[in-house]
């Protein structure tokens, strides 16, 4: 199997710091932009797992920038340009300290939540008598805060407001900006045969303006189901069949790992590498009506850092 990219250690003119994330390795440039590289690492019950998974950054990073550029009549976002498959080069913002999670169906966490016997999360109410998968009368924002390491955490609205993380005027517009954006992704997902089942949505300020930030309806931050039989699936009480990185979590938990503390990560085998590898390749195809274009990973460091070298010299 082709090589992964699993971390970069870069020296920029004007870099002021670097910041590695789970998956992405994020450069500050005189605090006026940000090149956010997106490695190949992967992330569950966040841990990150010990080997990359390959195209996986390319894949995020390709379909975030795309969905940045299909949204950017609602609200303003950070991107710049996007000078390697990895990498988008941005607005440097302030982020707020929440992540505006919003959920139109029934599942995940909210589900592992719901059966547990409790009906509300964040303070938002859901309906009785609901079954997994099923769609919410009209999607629940249930933002969490932003943890720097380990888990985020559920936060109500009034929570966000009263505590001083984002002002009651900005915080109203997050949400206005989630719904808006959330369903632009969710008619073109549609248009697709894919139904787009929840996502997060993080946003930064700058001079007074809110921008959306980071990535945008990839595997990573959001959950898919295929149109094509949900219905039925429904009806029978059967998983539906998704695209997203929960098969990852449901394989890590069948081999007896939830990120809990003294759990050992099961082993990652080339099989399981691969097939990982080709449902993010399957995902960015069904999702953007692309076909998905390896990118040459023969020498991926020495190729990531001239193409962002040569695009910083052109600022």
């Excluded at 045969?193 to 929840?198: A, E, F, K, R, S």
Aim: proline share 4%; glycine share 8%.
């Amino acid at each position: 199997m082709s090589k992964a990219l699993t971390r970069t250690d870069f020296d920029f003119p004007g870099q002021k710091s670097v910041y590695h994330g789970k998956v992405r390795d994020v450069y500050n440039i005189n605090d006026e932009y940000l090149v956010m590289v997106v490695s190949d690492r992967i992330s569950a019950f966040d841990v990150v797992l010990p080997k990359g998974i390959p195209y996986k950054g390319q894949v995020l990073n390709q379909i975030a920038a795309k969905f940045l550029d299909a949204t950017s009549d609602i609200v303003p976002n950070w991107k710049v340009a996007t000078p390697d498959p990895n990498v988008t080069v941005g607005i440097h913002c302030e982020p707020f300290k929440v992540e505006m999670v919003i959920r139109g169906y029934l599942t995940g966490h909210a589900w592992r939540e719901y059966r547990s016997g409790k009906r509300t999360l964040c303070g938002v109410p859901m309906p009785d008598g609901m079954a997994e998968s099923q769609k919410f009368p009209e999607p629940i924002l249930t933002p969490t805060t932003k943890a720097s390491e380990g888990h985020d955490l559920d936060i109500s609205r009034e929570e966000i407001i009263e505590q001083g993380l984002v002002s009651k005027e900005d915080y109203e517009l997050l949400e206005k900006y989630t719904s808006e954006v959330f369903r632009r992704g969710t008619v073109i997902a549609a248009e697709k045969g894919l139904i787009l089942v929840d996502t997060k949505y993080e946003f930064g300020k700058k001079d007074g303006k809110i921008y959306l930030i980071d990535e945008i309806h990839t595997p990573d931050s959001s959950r898919y189901f295929y149109a094509e039989g949900y219905e039925e699936r429904l009806a029978k009480g059967e998983s539906q069949k998704q695209l997203s990185k929960e098969f990852v979590r449901q394989w890590l938990i069948g081999n007896g790992f939830q990120g809990h503390e003294g759990q050992v990560i099961p082993e990652m085998d080339e099989a399981f590498v691969n097939s990982v590898s080709e449902r993010y390749i399957e995902l960015y195809e069904n999702i953007t009506g692309d076909q998905f274009v390896k990118s040459d990973l023969t020498n991926i460091q020495e190729r990531i850092e001239n193409n962002i070298l040569t695009f910083l010299k052109s600022l």
